[in-house]
């Protein structure tokens, strides 16, 4: 499928089409504007843990260290770190007391986050960029997990995978109208929110990268 989404009804009209085909929970993201919270997710660990919550769902530690490379304790302590900062939380399990922290069940505590942009005060910016520095280094090295296990994957997922790069030529409300249009689009498939996601459905990365160079004049 080709659209233009500079085209802004045409843009409406196929966000309208996803929405009469998808049954969705919430879709609002958690806004994150705390300096301290974005330092404190700036972490390689603590985001893919926190990447793989919103895509899986539930999961203990040591599911987490199944994932995400790293040590049933590693992911425990990490687990209630970001629990202190309200990005995560516990599930309850019937009011079971569960002392073993690899074992204890935990969540997501919102069906999305928006960390915003990193402008404003120097150290909202400086916490913001490094945020987005691990995010994108979790990026990569689940390109590459795919890349390198490709014959898990049948020729359908093959030739359904995309690795694009688009090189436009715009103005800064253009960008951000084409960032906000694709957001449109997406959001309602989130594993997090959608209920309805067909049988040979599985978990999809996307990853959105729209700024301006920097290294031309």
Known sequence: MTFCLSATEDVKDLFQIFAERRTVASTERMKVTDVTVLAALAHPIRTSILHLLLTVG?????????????????????LRHLERFGLVERVDQDGRA????????????AAGFDFGEPAGSPEFVAASSALISVAL???????????????????????????STFALLVNADELRSVVEAID??????????????????????????????????
């Open 58 to 78: 539930e999961q203990t530690a040591t599911q987490c260290s199944e994932v995400v490379d790293a040590t049933p304790s590693a992911c425990s302590y990490h």
């Open 98 to 109: 569960d002392t073993d922290g690899r074992t204890r069940v935990w969540r997501a505590a």
């Open 137 to 163: 280094d979790e990026n990569l090295r689940l390109a590459r997990h795919y890349l390198s296990h490709l014959d898990r994957l049948t020729d359908e997922w093959h030739r359904a995978a995309s690795f």
């Open 184 to 217: 449109a689009i997406v959001r309602p498939l989130r594993a997090a929110v959608r209920v309805d996601a067909p049988d040979d459905a599985r978990s999809v990365r996307v990853s959105i990268d729209a700024f301006a160079r920097t290294d031309l004049p």
